[in-house]
């Protein structure tokens, strides 16, 4: 884990039909695995769609301190999204091997580093869910991208699976930015280095995990997850009708992973 910024937001708003799902969101994350957490609608999807390029935000800006993404031909930000579209007909090798050629990656390498080695002649349609997930996970971390962002990896995996699946975020974050939402809190303790909580399109808390829960006198990000962002599962009705997310952070910029803030 290393104190550079690989992808920076800057301000960031971005509004559904004037309503703003996500609210001057400043962050910078580095390389290790940065988890990021909060109630159903709280903008996780957006916040890491915004991070991986594929959501225009509103207002602010994103940017990858160590290189646009794709510049040059180089893969620099990796993105498995919530839905995993992998077209039907071809098999676990062939579909990596397609992406693979893109971004001058090693789908052989990429299947084994999920452990998918053995299901690698099977077609994308007889995977299960789990297997799915771990292939959508593979996709993402091909060309060794400066930055990984998987939203939700873990979603309907059993838990065999889950830790899999982490433990692969959690591989890649040796060298890149790796940025996961994820409602599995245990899963979330046992591998981010670093933990953002949304609370109604706001940064309620975020840093490291260990000095989040020592400064907030918690043992587990579960803890840290009730005393910051338990009990708003909803959303501003209007773009003003929230005015404190209850969390100490909002309206700075925050920098989660690294020995200092800057
Ligand atoms: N394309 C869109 N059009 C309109 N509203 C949207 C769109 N995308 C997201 N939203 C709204 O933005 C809010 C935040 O959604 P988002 O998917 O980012 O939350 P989330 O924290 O990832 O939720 P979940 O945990 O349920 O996946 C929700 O109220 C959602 O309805």
Redesign the pocket.
Known sequence: MSDRALAAIDGVT?A??G?P??DEVSLSVGTGVTA?V????????????VLAGA?EPTEGTVSYPDGAPREGGEKRVGYLP?QVPFRDGFTARETLGFYAALVDGDADAALAAVGLSDAADKRVEALSGGMRRLLGIAQATLGDPAVVVL??PTSGLDPEMRERAFRAAARAGDDAAVVV?S?DLELVDAHADAVVV?RR?RVAAAGPRERLLDEHEVDDVDGLYRAVASGSAD?PTTPDGESDAGGETDDESVHVVGVSDR
């Not at 909060?38 to 769609?49: F, I, R, V, Y």
């Open positions: 971005r559904y039909g309503v799902v996500l990021v909060g109630p159903n609608g709280s903008g996780k999807s957006t916040l890491l769609g959501v919530q939203d939700e939402s409602h949304l399109g959303r």
